[in-house]
């Protein structure tokens, strides 16, 4: 039967989509302990029903696109653990099918459609677990980054996600790497940054950042996330003005995490009265990323009118 829903391009020239939120703390609400390097990739191999179920909270909230638990999921990352690149692959492709799975039980329960599946992709400093996707910079060539890349996201494409989520990147080297990576796949995809006062996490103008993308017909949306609330307002607007493209914006909580207490600090700063001036500026895939939970994205969804 061929699907008569629109895809995610045309759904988000029709108005705003909800994105989920932080699928990390949904998972470390329901008990899971994901202090590891791996982070919610591990659950993958090990309890793949909690990332279904953790996706089926942000759906049942509102959500109409649920991010894939594969941010820090690499062939790579996984050999470190002894996980040979054929089974890498299963679970890589694994991901997508758990995010297909929780649509089919929100469907089934009646949440209103379509979903879709956006397939998570993190930058190069995600797989090192040393916080260096906040840095950028790391030394390596555009080529050698694309050809990390690229393996990864021909198992992501070949399992059929409605969109590549390239999220959290910290730096133009690795967005160019990223573009180029994409090609030829088949499926569309988004590029979002991780930024900080007005610049990327390296420290390049927001303008040039978004340019790479202007002109990559592949990539559907632009704009940041795993960010300050407060960075994203002004990005927002950057964004669509430099690239004529639907804009993608989901920040965090506002909280700050102590290291040395190990808690996070401080008040939200992500309320739902912030997404109208997203929406206006031109944001069209709007959600949360680290610590925005399920209340939240619902009560953004009820302010977009879904």
């Known amino acids: 039967m061929v699907s008569t829903s629109p895809t995610l391009a045309e759904a988000l020239a029709a108005g705003p989509v909800v994105l989920d939120g932080g699928l ?23 309890e793949p029903e909690a990332v279904v179920l953790a996706h089926l909270a942000y759906y049942e909230a509102g959500a109409q696109v649920a991010i894939t638990s594969s941010y ?16 890498a692959a299963v679970l ?16 089934a329960g009646g949440v209103a459609g379509p979903l879709y599946v956006a397939a ?4 190069y400093g995600a797989m090192l677990a040393d916080g260096s996707e906040y840095r950028g910079r790391y030394g390596l060539s555009v080529d050698q980054l694309e050809r990390f890349h690229r393996p990864r996201l021909e198992v992501l494409a070949a399992a059929r996600p409605d969109v590549l989520a390239l999220e959290t990147v910290p730096d133009t080297d690795e967005a160019h790497a ?26 390049q103008p927001l303008e040039e950042a978004f340019a ?9 949306a632009v704009g940041v996330n795993c960010c300050a609330p407060d960075d ?9 003005r430099v690239t004529g493209k639907p804009v ?41 990323c680290c610590r925005v939970g399920p209340e939240a994205i619902a009560e953004l969804a009820a302010g977009l009118g879904r």
């Open 24 to 46: 990390s703390n949904q998972l470390e609400s329901a008990g899971h302990d994901l202090s590891d390097a791996l982070w919610s990739a591990r659950l993958l191999a090990e």
């Open 72 to 87: 820090q999921a690499t062939f790579e990352g996984f050999a470190r653990r002894g996980i040979g690149a054929e089974e």
């Open 92 to 107: 890589l492709g694994r991901s997508v099918e758990l995010a297909r799975e929780a649509a089919r039980r929100a469907l």
């Open 120 to 123: 998570s992709a993190g930058p």
């Open 178 to 203: 990223l573009l180029r990576a994409v090609r030829g796949l088949g499926v569309p995809a988004y590029l979002s940054y991780s930024v900080a006062g007005g610049r990327t996490r390296a420290g």
């Open 212 to 220: 790479a993308a202007a002109e990559a017909d592949e990539v559907i």
């Open 232 to 240: 994203a307002d002004r990005a927002v607007e950057i964004a669509a």
């Open 248 to 288: 993608v914006v989901y920040p965090n909580s506002g909280e700050s995490w102590d290291a040395e207490a190990r808690e996070w600090c401080g008040s939200p700063a992500f309320t739902a009265d912030r997404v109208a001036a997203w929406a206006a500026a031109g944001a069209r895939l709007i959600g949360g």
